[in-house]
């Protein structure tokens, strides 16, 4: 799988877009853009993934850019229970293998 | 929503004893488990996969006769963590795949394990 390069933590005020970046440079073009979180203390809990299309569901959106090589996870209005680990993986979809994460980007939400 | 279970979320055990984790998938069959350890402050890694019916299959560095794992059923598998020691001590979460075809991985609440 690709690796993936992410800021170690952010800050976001309540209420206000977090847009967390995300470098993939080598990702293959089988290769999709998936995004967890952690929430201090409990398990991954799945957010989004994309090929090359933007994508949104009721968490977030994905926005992939056209080269692929790198895309942004935005959480429109961030609250407090935003605040977690967020990690962007590549892999191919469907392949039945495991998840790799980095390090991920620890966002932290303030009042 | 696919839902996976872990018991227990807590253990403290006395170094020299053996601690089993069940990870359960309540509402789905998971023909593939997988168990992360997280250490604090630090990423998940993976320890090993576990497919229903078959052997796990570990990751390099982790040791198969100290984790011993058993998916006996499409919806249980079990960590059992033998002869613990403080170096022990971490998160331990797994995570289910459904059957063919789905990509999906969900994950359990995690355990919390403390060797003393």
């Known amino acids: 799988d690709a690796k993936t390069t992410q800021p170690p933590s952010m800050d976001c005020a309540e209420g206000r877009a977090a847009n967390l970046p995300c470098n993939h440079s080598?990702?293959?073009?089988?290769?999709?853009v998936y995004w967890y979180r952690q929430i201090h203390s409990q398990g991954p809990q799945y957010i989004i993934h994309?090929?090359?299309n933007n994508e949104t569901n009721e968490m977030a959106s994905l926005i992939i850019t056209e080269d692929r090589k790198s895309s942004t996870l935005i959480l429109p209005h961030a609250t407090l229970r935003d605040t977690a680990v967020y990690y962007c993986?590549?892999?191919?979809?469907?392949?039945?293998?495991?998840?790799?994460f980095g390090g991920g980007t620890r966002l932290m939400v303030k009042p | 929503g696919a839902v996976v279970s872990q018991h227990p979320s807590r253990v403290i055990c006395k170094s020299g004893t053996s601690v089993k984790i069940e990870c359960r998938s309540l509402?789905?069959?998971?023909?593939?488990m997988f168990w992360y350890r997280q250490f604090p402050k630090q990423s998940l890694m993976l320890m090993a996969t576990?497919?229903?019916?078959?052997?796990?299959?570990?990751e390099q560095g982790v040791e198969k006769d100290k984790f011993l794992i058993n998916h006996a059923s499409l919806t249980l598998s079990t960590l059992t963590v033998t002869s613990a020691h403080p170096e022990d001590s971490s998160f331990y979460i797994c995570?289910?795949?459904?059957?063919?075809?789905?990509?999906?991985?969900?994950f359990g609440p995690g355990t919390r394990l403390t060797v003393l």
């Open positions: 080598t990702i293959s073009g089988n290769e999709y």
């Open positions: 995570s289910a795949k459904p059957g063919q075809g789905a990509d999906e991985q969900f």
């Open positions: 993986i590549v892999r191919v979809r469907n392949a039945g293998n495991m998840l790799t």
């Open positions: 576990s497919n229903e019916g078959s052997k796990a299959t570990y």
């Open positions: 994309g090929l090359k």
């Open positions: 509402d789905f069959q998971a023909t593939t």
